[in-house]
């Protein structure tokens, strides 16, 4: 075992070998994919209507602090550079957005028409409303202004797919950004001032009122985050309810328990049957010295009769013994209903401990219904607060903006006949690049997910073995789906038949597997194909090597039948039992190169007869004798059979079906193995589909070979 864990690294990277020969296989795949996605990305890219851009140029000039009323009430707060970068958040309103709209009737434009909605209740004047509204947006989001770097220069620019109509509304927003400002601070802006200070103060208190009705609500009720106070309640029950749901599920099973004594009475045997009690080692200690007391009377018995001494000492000593193992079971069905009182104490405690805890969560639900409310009407305060301290500061900056102009246009929009946007070849590129990083995505994931032979791959490294082949499926009626192949077609399914050379080869040519003569194939579950590989990899060896292939699945033997013998032959079970010797149970047939040793009778209890000694010695002689002994064992997660053949044998070979076996039963079972310290010599992995391109016919298929059937195991 140690020498084959040698040879492989205690890791489970990916292989990205592998990963590029799959990668390769599916290059079809790829350029499909990346072709059709281009297509429709082109299509796509075709449709998308051009849009050209036209800029205006402006300057601010430098405002005095005389000019600027704002900087010189907070020294050093506000720059020159903070207050250019305000007014040009102007033209982002609404208003201003508006002001081009009216001035150039733009929602009149065919580019900016919504067609009146038929069956509908709004008015003329309603729908005029919400035309204009849409094409404000529609403005606002085509407007773009950036800041010249390092210089007071300004470039204000708008798109549009029609360039002329570019040219004229970015020319209409820099001369009206011009005059806006003056525009906007017109009317009574000191009145308008004065009438926000006074309601700032009066929601000022009405806001530190609300805020000290939630401090007090919150001291009364004894709580600072209630939804804090709410989650520590839920998570407290669900605790409680989880540990009600243990001891009742105890307190169930202590019931049952107790039942099933009582039910058993002064029965010992009966009484002996129930788990607990037969796994107590006082108890295990009064079993054996009833055993060893029953023994020995059984032997004065055979020796003296019932009147003497002898005999009625061993009678007393053997009563004893079973009044002593009555008594301490007796002890044992006290112990359980002092535990089940227990159980029952503690569950009083914890239903009391719900209760007290469900009544808080109400409480607690009214007391948040209430919280809430109180928060809300802080909440509608501090945002009516915050909102006029933003429409002040507004007012404030309208007001200093109205005493001066400090704003030049530059240069006026020229219509441009080069579209700035789509761009339409750069969209192409990254569309094949983006195509083609989804569909290697795609593969990739394919592989990670749903190749099951690589994760088999990466679980075996982990456990110190590997896979030694991988079998293709072969395609079969439904009616024969379970039997075992023994007849193949060489030009339809080569490659199956190069699937079992490739694992004769991998065998082989491994410095410790080639050494291991007496090798046992077994599975996970039933009908993995064990048996249809152990007859094709006997029939490979012996083209090489003197095989003898044994049939060790005493229960439901296959290997006879499937070469057309008949089933009850003599064969293994003969040759424990001594009842034939071993040339009568070799099978020889003229199409195959190895003899073959059956089950034979089946037994009530096979793994009585795999336990018997004489199979070592039947297993040492064979080896003598062939240069090549292979077991088929029962599938190991059915019975233990595998687990003790596995004692006579040099290692053990593992039947993984593709189709019905995750990685997590493969982990499982190797696990075990591993604990019982099986020797894994590696994986068998069959039914492979052909989708995965471990093995393909198309190779083998351009030989000349004869398309005559021939028996081939």
């Not at 969560?361 to 945002?383: H, M, P, S």
């Not at 009908?527 to 699945?553: P, R, T, Y």
Request: with cysteine; hydrophobic share 40%.
């Amino acid at each position: 075992m140690e020498q084959i864990n040698e040879n492989y690294k205690d890791d489970d990277e990916i292989d990205l070998g592998e990963l590029t020969k799959v990668l390769w296989h599916r290059k079809w795949f790829i350029l499909i994919f990346v072709i059709l996605t281009s297509l429709l990305a082109s299509i796509f890219i075709s449709q998308v209507p051009n849009v050209y851009q036209s800029s205006v140029l402006i300057m601010f000039k430098k405002a005095t602090q005389s000019a600027d009323p704002l900087q010189s009430l907070i020294s050093g707060s506000i720059t020159a550079a903070d207050n250019t970068e305000t007014e040009l958040e102007l033209i982002k309103s609404r208003r201003f957005a508006g002001e081009i709209v009216d001035s150039l009737a733009l929602d009149k434009q065919p580019e900016f028409n919504i067609i009146f909605p038929e069956n509908t209740s709004m008015t003329i004047d309603e729908f005029n409303k919400l035309r204009r509204k849409t094409t404000i947006d529609n403005v606002l989001s085509n407007i773009s202004v950036q800041q010249k770097s390092g210089t007071d220069l300004i470039s204000i620019s708008y798109q549009s797919t029609n360039p002329k109509l570019a040219a004229q509304i970015a020319n209409e927003v820099g001369s009206t950004f011009v005059t806006f400002k003056e525009q906007l601070m017109a009317g009574k802006q000191k009145a308008g001032s004065k009438l926000i200070v006074d309601k700032i103060k009066s929601v000022q208190q009405s806001l530190d009122k609300a805020e000290f009705k939630i401090v007090e609500y919150q001291n009364e009720h004894d709580f600072i985050d209630i939804q804090t106070a709410i989650a520590f309640s839920n998570t407290k029950l669900v605790k409680m309810h989880a540990q009600k749901q243990v001891l009742d599920s105890e307190i169930e099973q202590s019931n049952i328990l107790k039942s099933h004594i009582i039910k058993s009475k002064n029965n010992v045997d009966a009484l002996l049957a129930i788990p607990m009690l037969a796994k107590s080692d006082i108890v295990n200690s009064g079993k054996d010295e009833i055993k060893a007391q029953q023994k020995i009377f059984d032997k004065i018995k055979l020796r003296y009769g019932k009147k003497h001494p002898k005999y009625i000492e061993a009678n007393r000593l053997l009563n004893d013994a079973k009044s002593n193992l009555l008594s301490e079971i007796t002890k044992q069905v006290h112990q359980i209903d002092k535990q089940l009182q227990f159980y029952q104490d503690n569950l009083v405690f914890v239903e009391k401990e719900i209760d007290e805890n469900t009544l808080r969560l109400r409480q607690l639900g009214v007391i948040e219904f209430d919280y809430q409310k109180l928060k809300r009407e802080f909440d509608a305060y501090l945002t009516l607060y915050e909102a006029l301290v933003k429409k002040q500061n507004e007012s404030d900056l309208m007001q200093d903006l109205s005493n001066t102009s400090n704003i030049i246009l530059v240069e006026t929009a020229e219509e441009n006949s080069s579209p700035v946007k789509p761009k339409r070849k750069l969209m192409l590129v990254l569309a094949v690049l983006g195509s083609f990083m989804v569909s290697v995505l795609i593969v990739f994931i394919e592989v990670m997910l749903g190749d099951k032979v690589i994760q088999f791959r990466r679980m075996a490294l982990k456990f110190k073995t590997k896979v030694i082949g991988t079998v293709p499926k072969i395609k079969m009626k439904k009616s024969l789906k379970n039997d075992v192949l023994t007849h193949l077609d060489r030009a339809k399914h080569a490659g199956f038949i190069e699937a079992i050379r490739s694992i004769r080869t991998n065998i082989l040519l491994d410095k410790v597997r080639s050494k291991q003569k007496v090798i046992a194939i077994t599975s996970i579950n039933p009908n993995d194909g064990k048996s249809s590989l152990s007859i094709q990899l006997a029939d490979c060896f012996s083209e090489l090597e003197d095989v003898v292939l044994i049939d060790a699945d005493l229960r439901f033997p296959s290997i006879a039948k499937a070469l057309g013998e008949d089933k009850d032959r003599p064969g293994l079970t003969n040759l424990i039992a001594k009842s034939h010797t071993l040339e009568q149970s070799i099978i020889k047939q003229e199409q195959y190169k190895f003899d073959v040793i059956a089950s034979g009778n089946v037994p009530k209890n096979p793994l009585v007869f795999l336990s018997n000694p004489r199979l070592q010695g039947i297993i040492t002689y064979l080896k003598s004798h062939y240069e090549r002994v292979i077991l088929e064992c029962p599938p190991i997660m059915s019975v233990s059979d595998a687990y003790v053949i596995s004692k006579h044998v040099d290692s053990v070979y593992l039947v993984v079906d593709a189709e019905k076996t995750d990685t997590n039963m493969l982990g499982n079972v190797l696990e075990e193995l591993q604990q019982a310290n099986v020797i894994v010599g590696g994986i068998l992995i069959n039914k492979v589909k052909e989708s995965n391109n471990y093995y393909s016919t198309k190779y083998y298929s351009r030989q000349n070979i004869e398309p005559s059937k021939v028996k081939v195991a």
